[in-house]
């Protein structure tokens, strides 16, 4: 099947700085991708679609200027957490939908799991 | 809007035997699929299965199998000869025909006992 890279796996900061979650499409082209969020827990909330060469759509009550999403080629688009704060800590995931092969199903990352002290 | 329900937070099977996954959803739409996805403690999410809703027959893939039953809004996941492998949270999802945005239950964890 089709593969989806996330990167980082795991990654700890301290409060009010950045961190960046990169997510890749290994072998196909997705002009759509998506993140989530998941607590401990609990299902998989979406936050925002990605779209490449245009703006992200966000969720109702995700902040945008918080998640800061960028689609910049077929093949990667990053979640940039600004000012992290603890309660920003979660398990992100990405999945990406193959362009060519439309109607079939998205794959997922193997998620990132974010950790603000 | 769309939602998934999942009504069982956790199950428990024996081995070998088989246990039923239930899940409901909401749609106003005619056109849709609906998927499970299996995530063991790694994670990873993992397709198990899916259904167009406009295919009338169950989808099966080896162990698994679903019953979708269109009218009732209802699609169940059901599997066979179950194994320690296969304990994991099991999420159902409902994705609309001309969108790739998926909308997920809240989950069933699966427990398997030896």
């Known amino acids: 099947g089709a593969v989806v890279s996330q990167h980082p796996s795991w990654v700890i900061c301290k409060s009010g700085t950045s961190v960046k979650i990169e997510c890749r499409s290994l072998?196909?082209?997705?002009?759509?991708m998506f993140w989530y969020r998941q607590f401990p827990k609990q299902s998989l909330m979406l936050m925002a679609t990605?779209?490449?060469?245009?703006?992200?759509?966000?969720e109702q009550g995700v902040e945008k200027d918080k998640f800061l999403i960028n689609h910049a080629s077929l093949t990667l688009s990053t979640l940039t957490v600004t000012s992290a704060h603890p309660e920003d800590s979660s398990f992100y995931i990405c999945?990406?939908?193959?362009?060519?092969?439309?109607?079939?199903?998205?794959?997922f990352g193997q998620g990132t799991r974010l950790t603000v002290v | 809007a769309q939602t998934v329900t999942q009504s069982q937070p956790e199950m428990s099977v024996q081995e070998a035997e088989t246990v039923t996954l239930s899940c409901t959803y909401d749609?106003?739409?005619?056109?849709?699929?609906l998927f499970w996805y299996k995530q063991p403690p790694s994670r990873q999410m993992i397709l198990v299965i899916r259904?167009?809703?406009?295919?009338?027959q169950n989808a099966t893939e080896n162990r698994f199998s679903v019953n979708f039953q269109k009218a009732a809004k209802s699609f169940s996941l059901k599997i066979s000869d179950s194994q320690l492998g296969d304990a994991a949270m099991y999420f159902c999802?409902?994705?609309?025909?001309?969108?790739?945005?998926?909308?997920f239950g809240t989950g069933t964890r699966l427990q398997v006992f030896p």
């Open positions: 999945s990406a939908a193959n362009r060519d092969r439309r109607n079939t199903e998205a794959f």
């Open positions: 072998d196909f082209q997705a002009t759509t």
């Open positions: 990605s779209n490449e060469g245009s703006k992200a759509t966000y």
């Open positions: 749609t106003s739409e005619s056109d849709y699929y």
């Open positions: 259904q167009e809703a406009y295919k009338q």
């Open positions: 999802a409902y994705r609309s025909y001309n969108t790739d945005k998926l909308i």
